[in-house]
């Protein structure tokens, strides 16, 4: 079968927001969607059973994780990713492009490529086009990513130019490596930082190639949202209207269904399980911090609206409890209330293009998470865990 088929059933009235739905090798997922993240071939403390529990259809992985352990090679032994990880619904991995940008201290950039410095073990491990392509082949994801320069925020007009230049440049190498088009699909990646010339030139180069999908990267490295906002609006809706389109690493609520109503249809961010393991919730009233002294005598759950395993069996009271006490159960039930939160979310939005009322639900969710601090929000600087793995 061909690697991927994308249909829009519906496009709302009042903005550029698409519902439908992704057919790949390993099943479908319907879109908008949002991918839990699973760096190394594991959504932390979810075993394959709970993460489809959340309602997730698609997860992704990350491939310069997966090269330093276990290797790719190990991982096509075992049949590929989706064997070795007891995952049969579809996959996305990342080419480790965003690596080049938060592990700017480990690496060095070549015209070629990047020579990181294992930030587990110190040794030389070379990132280039062919290589990242032959490791995802063997991986086996429904969806791979070219490799690319994602641009630290804030970055020069020169410097950010040369890292277009060469993502252009590599990904046309990826392209011409990629052994498996009938099984796996190959995404580009829009670079330019807030440079809109930059922009559009990467767009055009990378829409001339004609891959199956495009992604707008560089666009969660640190910029305040109101910068990312208008990139959003004006470049996504220049990009092929019959393919599908991915905003790398960007996870807000508010984020979210704004970048929607511009065209996107494809979302990833460690937001849900990592500030799981924070004792941050997601609710549909706003967030909920689960220390709090508040907590201790409510017996109710979580979110009263919400139907995950977690809402459904334990109270606020017991998974406060279960972090005051440093039980390993808490961060699990929470990350998994999280990814059903973000769940619910996109399937609220699809319901909401297809009754053509996506700007209703904007208000509705600005009015809720506009203002509201994301703990442990990738932009935010206090964020200490630079190659994002989760």
């Given at each position: 079968?061909s690697?991927?088929?994308?249909?829009?059933?519906?496009?709302?009235?009042?903005?550029?927001?698409?519902?439908?739905?992704?057919?790949?090798?390993?099943g479908?997922?319907?879109t908008?969607?949002?991918?839990?993240?699973?760096?190394?071939?594991?959504?932390?403390?979810?075993?394959?059973d709970?993460?489809?529990?959340?309602?997730a259809?698609?997860?992704l992985?990350?491939?310069?994780?997966?090269v330093?352990?276990?290797?790719?090679d190990?991982?096509?032994?075992?049949?590929?990713?989706?064997?070795?990880?007891?995952?049969h619904?579809?996959?996305?991995t990342?080419?480790?492009?965003f690596?080049?940008?938060?592990?700017?201290?480990l690496?060095?950039?070549?015209?070629?490529?990047?020579?990181?410095?294992?930030?587990?073990?110190?040794?030389?491990?070379?990132f280039?086009?062919?290589?990242?392509?032959?490791?995802?082949?063997k991986?086996?994801?429904?969806?791979?990513?070219?490799?690319?320069?994602?641009?630290?925020?804030p970055?020069?007009?020169?410097?950010?130019?040369?890292?277009?230049?060469?993502t252009?440049?590599?990904?046309g190498?990826?392209?011409?490596?990629?052994?498996?088009?009938?099984?796996?699909?190959?995404?580009?990646?829009?670079?330019?930082?807030?440079?809109?010339e930059?922009?559009q030139?990467?767009?055009?180069?990378?829409?001339?190639?004609?891959?199956?999908?495009?992604?707008?990267?560089?666009?969660?490295?640190?910029?305040?949202?109101?910068?990312?906002?208008?990139?959003?609006?004006?470049?996504?809706?220049?990009?092929?209207?019959?393919?599908?389109?991915?905003?790398?690493?960007?996870g807000?609520?508010?984020?979210?269904?704004?970048?929607?109503?511009?065209?996107?249809?494809?979302?990833?961010?460690?937001?849900?399980?990592?500030?799981?393991?924070?004792?941050?919730?997601?609710?549909?009233?706003?967030?909920?911090?689960?220390?709090?002294?508040?907590?201790?005598?409510?017996?109710?759950?979580?979110?009263?609206?919400c139907?995950?395993?977690?809402?459904?069996?334990?109270?606020?009271?017991?998974?406060?409890?279960?972090?005051?006490?440093?039980?390993?159960?808490?961060?699990?039930?929470?990350?998994?209330?999280?990814?059903?939160?973000?769940?619910?979310?996109?399937?609220?939005?699809?319901?909401?293009?297809?009754?053509?009322?996506?700007?209703?639900?904007?208000?509705?969710v600005?009015?809720?998470?506009?203002?509201?601090e994301?703990?442990?929000?990738?932009?935010?600087?206090?964020?200490?865990?630079?190659?994002?793995?989760?």
């Amino acid at each position: 079968m061909s690697a991927l088929k994308f249909t829009i059933s519906h496009i709302d009235t009042s903005t550029q927001a698409r519902a439908g739905r992704i057919t790949t090798p390993h099943g479908v997922f319907d879109t908008p969607a949002f991918m839990p993240v699973g760096t190394r071939a594991s959504v932390k403390g979810l075993v394959p059973d709970l993460l489809a529990g959340t309602g997730a259809q698609i997860m992704l992985s990350n491939t310069y994780h997966l090269v330093l352990r276990p290797g790719a090679d190990v991982v096509a032994a075992a049949g590929g990713l989706h064997k070795f990880m007891n995952w049969h619904k579809p996959i996305l991995t990342d080419s480790g492009g965003f690596q080049v940008f938060s592990l700017a201290s480990l690496r060095r950039i070549d015209e070629d490529g990047v020579t990181f410095s294992s930030h587990v073990d110190g040794q030389l491990i070379r990132f280039d086009p062919v290589s990242v392509i032959e490791s995802e082949n063997k991986l086996g994801a429904d969806i791979i990513m070219v490799f690319d320069e994602c641009s630290p925020w804030p970055v020069g007009f020169s410097e950010a130019k040369v890292a277009v230049e060469r993502t252009i440049r590599w990904a046309g190498e990826c392209r011409q490596a990629h052994q498996r088009p009938d099984d796996q699909a190959l995404f580009a990646i829009v670079q330019g930082s807030m440079y809109p010339e930059l922009r559009q030139y990467c767009l055009d180069r990378l829409v001339e190639m004609d891959f199956p999908g495009y992604a707008m990267g560089g666009l969660s490295v640190g910029e305040p949202p109101e910068k990312r906002k208008p990139i959003v609006d004006e470049f996504v809706p220049k990009l092929p209207q019959d393919k599908p389109r991915y905003l790398m690493g960007v996870g807000r609520p508010v984020d979210l269904v704004e970048s929607v109503a511009a065209g996107i249809d494809m979302f990833d961010c460690v937001l849900p399980t990592r500030n799981g393991r924070n004792a941050y919730a997601f609710t549909t009233n706003g967030p909920m911090r689960l220390r709090n002294e508040k907590y201790k005598l409510d017996f109710t759950p979580i979110d009263e609206k919400c139907q995950c395993y977690c809402c459904r069996n334990f109270t606020r009271a017991y998974i406060r409890h279960l972090f005051l006490v440093n039980e390993m159960l808490g961060p699990i039930l929470l990350s998994i209330h999280n990814i059903a939160f973000f769940q619910d979310f996109m399937r609220e939005i699809r319901l909401a293009i297809c009754e053509n009322r996506l700007n209703s639900l904007i208000e509705q969710v600005k009015s809720v998470w506009e203002g509201q601090e994301i703990v442990a929000d990738q932009n935010n600087k206090g964020n200490n865990n630079k190659t994002t793995q989760d």
